[in-house]
C-alpha cells in the first residue's frame, strides 16, 4: 500500500483542485476501487465541497483543556482572574467566568484557587467524518475556530484511512495535505511514500515551494515538483524547472492557467471529469501518469 500525499507551500495553488482530479483518474485507472482519500487540511478542508460525497460517520474529537469554575464553592476572592496572563477570566453578574476560547488551558488559576473551585475539562475542538462519494471513501475533519491541536486531528485522519486501506488491501491512499511547513504538513507527511508539490511561479510561491521542499526532505520523503497557472508567469516556472534540475528532483508538468478549473469546482466536480479536453485536464492527466510512474518505481 502506498501514500501520496499533495502539498504546497502556500494556500490557494490548486492543490485541492489537483487531488480531485487525481481521485477521479484513480477511479478510472489500474486503482479503481483500490483507493482511499484523505483530507487532512483540518485547518481548511475542502476537498468534500468537491467529491461531495455523503457523510456515513461523524464523531466527536477531543484536545486541549480548558479551566471550568464551579460558583457554588467559589468564595470570589478574583485570585484566579489576578493569575490568568490570557485574560481568560471574567467578573460578570457577581461571578467570575472563564471564556473557553480565551483560555489557554495552563491551568495556573487551578494551582491559585485556594477553594479548588477550579478544575480543568477536556473540550470538543473539532470532528472527524468518514464520507463515501463517487470515487469512494473519504475521510476528513473539520477543526473548530481558534483551536488547536490541528497535528493531533490530522494524524487520527491519516491513520484511519491508512487502516482500512490496510485492512482492505488496497494499494493506494491519496492525501490532501495542508499548505505550509507547520506542524499539519509534518503529520500528514509523516508515512508518505511520494509527495507532489504544487508551485506557483510567482516570487512568493517559489519561495514557499523551496520551504515545503526541504521540509519532506528532512523526513525522506521523496517528492516530485509540477507548477499550477505555468503560463502566468513564464520566469518564474523556469525557475522552478532549472531549480529542479539543479537539485535532482523530478519536474513532472506545467498546468496552464484554465478558467475550466474554476467551472468545475463552481459545479462541484473534479475538472478532468467535468471538461477532459480542457488544458487544465490534460496538463493533469498527464502529471497523474508521472505520479504513478513513481510509484511502480517505488514498487520495483
Known amino acids: ?27 478510472e485507472g489500474k486503482y479503481a476501487n483500490q483507493f482511499i482519500m484523505a483530507d487532512a487540511d483540518v485547518d481548511a478542508a475542502n476537498l468534500e465541497l468537491v467529491l461531495q460525497p455523503q457523510r ?10 480548558v479551566a471550568l469554575i464551579d460558583q457554588e464553592t467559589c468564595v470570589s476572592c478574583g485570585d484566579c482572574q489576578n493569575i490568568c496572563r ?37 473540550q470538543v475542538v473539532g470532528k472527524f467524518y468518514v464520507s463515501e462519494g463517487r470515487y469512494g471513501t473519504l475521510y476528513h475533519a ?23 486501506a490496510l485492512d482492505e488491501e488496497r494499494k493506494l ?14 503529520s500528514a507527511t509523516s508515512g508518505a511514500d511520494l509527495a507532489l508539490i504544487i508551485a506557483e511561479p510567482t ?7 523551496h520551504r515545503v521542499l526541504e521540509t519532506v526532505q528532512h523526513f525522506g520523503v521523496s517528492a516530485l515538483v509540477c507548477t499550477n497557472k505555468a503560463d502566468i508567469y513564464p520566469e518564474g516556472t523556469k525557475e522552478i524547472e532549472d531549480f529542479c534540475i539543479d537539485s535532482g528532483i523530478p519536474f513532472i508538468g506545467r498546468i496552464p492557467f484554465d478558467l475550466t478549473v474554476a467551472s468545475a469546482m463552481v459545479e462541484g466536480e473534479a475538472v478532468t471529469a467535468f471538461d477532459s479536453e480542457a488544458p487544465a485536464s490534460i496538463a493533469i492527466r498527464d502529471i497523474w501518469s508521472r505520479v504513478l510512474d513513481s510509484l511502480l518505481e517505488g514498487e520495483a
Do not use: W
Not at 491512499?173 to 509534518?186: A, E, F, H, L, R
Not at 516570487?203 to 515551494?209: F, N
Open 56 to 65: 456515513i460517520e461523524e464523531e466527536e474529537f477531543r484536545g486541549g483543556q
Open 203 to 209: 516570487v512568493s510561491g517559489v519561495h514557499d515551494m
Open 142 to 164: 473539520n477543526l473548530f475556530p481558534g483551536q488547536d491541536n490541528s497535528g493531533k486531528l490530522v494524524t487520527l485522519v491519516k491513520q484511519r484511512a491508512r487502516l482500512q
Open 173 to 186: 491512499v491519496i492525501v490532501d495535505g495542508p499548505p505550509g511547513i507547520g506542524c499539519p504538513v509534518i
Open 86 to 122: 490570557f485574560d481568560a477570566i471574567d467578573y460578570t453578574d457577581g461571578a467570575y467566568i472563564v471564556d473557553p476560547i480565551a483560555c489557554d488551558g495552563c491551568a495556573a488559576c487551578v494551582y491559585q484557587c485556594a477553594t479548588n473551585s477550579i478544575t480543568m475539562h477536556e
Open 1 to 27: 500500500m502506498k501514500q501520496l500525499i499533495v502539498l504546497s507551500g502556500k494556500g490557494g495553488t490548486g492543490k485541492t483542485s489537483v487531488t480531485a482530479a487525481f481521485a477521479h483518474l484513480a477511479s
